[in-house]
């Protein structure tokens, strides 16, 4: 009997000491964030949609702030789907128009509404925000918008940020500068109800939101289920991740799609150009493109 209690007594004194010192085995009460990145071509310029490099120094900068545990799935689907148990949010940065693994059966799909009817929060990035045509109806319910190639538009040019909405995914974002790949003129509700635009970009207005629905490339979704959802369609290059600007707002939505309390000041999101670097996926440069040869040069005798 005193043996029981003595152990009773270690395993309380180790538990207090856990929490106190921050052991994240021991926060139950963690947010519990899932980053999904699609495959990677290993062939293909540096930091082009480096989805891997993306995820992992997500994590870092997510992990900055206290209360939150990543885990990160690589090639766009887990292997054991258990995993998605317990998600207060999911990440996916990935191609789109079908490529995404998340969308290749019935099954999978299943696997995600089930998340989303529990009211998990739902991130999509760059190309994931592009769902196939016949999966229009998951499009509209877990992200607010549709993007279809007879409506919609993408392409890259430089743009510049500098106004926002007041909202908790805008707290702390500063102006940046980019020449971004990004998508735009996605279908929104008719009455928009639930969304709210956070950036906006086109080769005509850049980033000014005088271009309206159409050019939205950042929003909002308070979902009728309860959810929250956060779209952003740039970020098709690593080196995004430079201005910290994008970075704060990247970070805001996430964390807000899991239902953490953003600073008025922002989330943390530090990151010098070393530690964007250092997670760069390597890749074979592909190889250069054939020039025509010039016209021989004849002459005659």
């Given at each position: 009997?005193?043996?029981?209690?003595?152990?009773?007594?270690?395993?309380?004194?180790?538990?207090v000491f856990a929490v106190l010192s921050g052991d994240p085995a021991s926060?139950?009460?963690?947010?519990?964030?899932?980053?999904?990145?699609?495959?990677?071509?290993?062939?293909?310029?540096?930091?082009?949609?480096?989805?891997?490099?993306?995820?992992?120094?997500?994590?870092?900068?997510?992990?900055?702030?206290?209360?939150?545990?990543?885990?990160?799935?690589?090639?766009?689907?887990?292997?054991?789907?258990?995993?998605?148990?317990?998600?207060?949010?999911?990440?996916?940065?990935?191609?789109?128009?079908?490529?995404?693994?998340?969308?290749?059966?019935?099954?999978?799909?299943?696997?995600?509404?089930?998340?989303?009817?529990?009211?998990?929060?739902?991130?999509?990035?760059?190309?994931?925000?592009?769902?196939?045509?016949?999966?229009?109806?998951?499009?509209?319910?877990?992200?607010?918008?549709?993007?279809?190639?007879?409506?919609?538009?993408?392409?890259?040019?430089?743009?510049?940020?500098?106004?926002?909405?007041?909202?908790?995914?805008?707290?702390?974002?500063?102006?940046?500068?980019?020449?971004?790949?990004?998508?735009?003129?996605?279908?929104?509700?008719?009455?928009?109800?639930?969304?709210?635009?956070?950036?906006?970009?086109?080769?005509?207005?850049?980033?000014?939101?005088?271009?309206?629905?159409?050019?939205?490339?950042?929003?909002?979704?308070?979902?009728?289920?309860?959810?929250?959802?956060?779209?952003?369609?740039?970020?098709?290059?690593?080196?995004?991740?430079?201005?910290?600007?994008?970075?704060?707002?990247?970070?805001?939505?996430?964390?807000?799609?899991?239902?953490?309390?953003?600073?008025?000041?922002?989330?943390?999101?530090?990151?010098?150009?070393?530690?964007?670097?250092?997670?760069?996926?390597?890749?074979?440069?592909?190889?250069?493109?054939?020039?025509?040869?010039?016209?021989?040069?004849?002459?005659?005798?």
């Open positions: 009997m005193n043996f029981i209690r003595r152990a009773s007594a270690q395993f309380l004194a180790l538990a926060a139950a009460n963690d947010l519990k964030i899932l980053l999904v990145a699609g495959e990677v071509k290993p062939v293909d310029r540096a930091g082009h949609h480096d989805y891997k490099g993306g995820v992992l120094l997500m994590r870092q900068l997510l992990e900055q702030n206290g209360g939150v545990k990543t885990t990160v799935i690589e090639n766009g689907w887990p292997q054991d789907e258990s995993v998605f148990e317990g998600a207060h949010s999911i990440v996916f940065y990935t191609d789109g128009a079908g490529k995404q693994a998340y969308l290749q059966s019935p099954q999978r799909i299943a696997v995600i509404q089930k998340r989303v009817d529990a009211k998990v929060g739902i991130v999509s990035i760059h190309q994931a925000v592009e769902f196939p045509p016949d999966l229009a109806k998951q499009s509209m319910q877990w992200i607010g918008a549709v993007y279809h190639p007879t409506f919609s538009g993408r392409g890259h040019w430089d743009s510049s940020h500098d106004t926002f909405p007041e909202h908790i995914v805008t707290r702390g974002v500063s102006a940046w500068k980019i020449n971004d790949g990004w998508l735009n003129g996605f279908k929104f509700p008719a009455d928009m109800k639930g969304i709210t635009p956070l950036v906006w970009s086109s080769k005509q207005h850049t980033g000014s939101p005088d271009g309206a629905g159409s050019d939205i490339v950042a929003w909002s979704f308070d979902r009728a289920d309860g959810g929250r959802s956060f779209s952003f369609s740039g970020l098709d290059a690593h080196s995004a991740w430079e201005r910290q600007g994008m970075r704060q707002l990247m970070i805001n939505g996430i964390l807000w799609s899991a239902g953490f309390e953003v600073p008025e000041a922002g989330a943390k999101a530090v990151a010098d150009q070393a530690l964007i670097d250092s997670f760069l996926t390597p890749r074979t440069a592909p190889p250069a493109k054939a020039t025509a040869n010039p016209k021989a040069l004849t002459t005659k005798k």
